[in-house]
């Protein structure tokens, strides 16, 4: 049948909660806000936020309050219940990025705290997990919330961000199986490896120099994310390389603490948050990501579709490596804690101009596989899948 022909899909009235709406924040949050961008041309797009730091066309904003900043248990029951409230009649299809007990597509971007706490344990120590949670008003919070996302409703649909993470959920809530789907993160296009004069321009505006090596660092979370892995590396490497790191201030004491004891601290450059890490891809010359637990890694795809190489942690650490083939499109780690296991990847890319033009290439095609756009259009079918049960 010729597309054409075919019926006029219903425009919906989608609810998405997030409480940071912000590109400031993590995977999950950059996540979902390509989805309202590449979906709010087709459907009625209404954003339930905390913290809201983004403005498109045709979305509607909604400010959730605040009244619980701290502990963060307690903000997340009543962010939960808040939303809850607020989308409980009017709208087609809720779906949260956050741990509440509603919405009908739930997508999880972090593995469950339930395996978090549990997995591996027996006896005694599975005993002593049970009592540390039954006097713990956070983990009983967060458990229940989480014991809801994942039950089993008609209609529900579990979105994994990566393939890596289903046996984990599994493991955690095995009743919720065949109401899984895995939807992994995109990029909105490819943009091409950065000109020369787009490097240096770049270099300038984030007070980088415009000389040497330069290996991308980007987390929030600089502990889990490697970064003490890549500053050890970093002084196994020639002079001329350095290191920018983009992401939360908060650590940087103890990491420049560290730079300097490994004699290394004018060549590790803070950046802080960015709103548009394309500046920092651009200047780059490579991206590390040693990381220790990523579900995903949007920001090895983000690098890639820039044309950075990258030298990544393997699947057993980060999901993305699950679809990338070492040697062909990255250099994946074996154990992302060896400096010399990044120092040599590092090395490689900066002598071997063949083996980075080969890689640049290959992260380029990557990345054309994963858009946005296509991502979107699954995510739509899902709402419209949703809505019609919804209707019956």
């Not at 605040?66 to 939303?83: E, H, S, V």
């Not at 990338?324 to 060896?338: I, K, N």
């Not at 120092?343 to 890689?359: G, K, M, Q």
């Amino acid at each position: 049948m010729n597309p054409s022909t075919l019926p006029e899909q219903p425009r919906l009235r989608i609810a998405v909660l997030n409480r940071h709406f912000s590109a400031k924040g993590g995977g999950a949050e950059r996540y979902s806000m390509a989805l309202v961008e590449n979906l709010a041309a087709r459907h009625e797009m209404h954003v339930f936020a905390q913290h809201v730091d983004h403005q498109w066309p045709d979305v509607t904003y909604h400010r959730v309050a605040q009244p619980f900043a701290r502990p963060r248990w307690l903000n997340q029951l009543w962010y939960a219940t808040a939303t809850w409230w607020a989308t409980r009649r009017g709208f087609d299809v809720v779906h949260s990025h956050e741990n509440t007990w509603h919405g009908q597509i739930q997508t999880v971007h972090v593995l469950p705290v339930k395996y978090n706490l549990f997995h591996g344990r027996q006896g005694l120590a599975w005993l002593l997990r049970w009592v540390k949670v039954m006097t713990s008003p956070r983990l009983l919070a967060y458990l229940a919330l989480e014991r809801s996302r994942f039950s089993v409703k008609s209609g529900r649909t579990i979105v994994v961000t990566s393939a890596t993470l289903v046996p984990q959920v599994l493991e955690a809530y095995p009743a919720c199986k065949d109401a899984i789907e895995v939807l992994t993160p995109g990029v909105e296009r490819v943009y091409g490896v950065a000109t020369e004069q787009e490097k240096s321009a770049s270099r300038l505006a984030l007070g980088l120099s415009k000389d040497g090596f330069c290996i991308l660092f980007v987390g929030n979370d600089f502990g889990k994310k490697g970064l003490a892995t890549l500053i050890k590396a970093l002084s196994q490497l020639p002079t001329h390389c350095y290191v920018a790191v983009v992401g939360n201030l908060a650590q940087k004491p103890q990491f420049a603490a560290q730079a300097m004891a490994c004699g290394v601290t004018e060549r590790v450059v803070f950046l802080g948050q960015l709103a548009d890490v394309g500046s920092a891809y651009q200047a780059a010359d490579c991206l590390a990501h040693p990381t220790h637990e990523d579900t995903f890694a949007m920001v090895v795809l983000e690098a890639m579709s820039h044309g950075l190489p990258v030298v990544v942690s393997g699947e057993k650490y980060c999901g993305i490596a699950g679809l990338l083939q070492h040697g062909v499109h990255a250099l994946v780690l074996v154990d992302p804690m060896d400096e010399n296991e990044l120092s040599a990847a590092l090395l490689h890319l900066c002598h071997e101009s063949v083996t980075f033009a080969r890689f640049e290439l290959a992260a380029l095609n990557f990345a054309s596989e994963h858009l946005w756009g296509t991502i979107a259009r699954q995510q739509g079918l899902c709402y419209q899948r949703i809505a019609a049960i919804t209707d019956h």
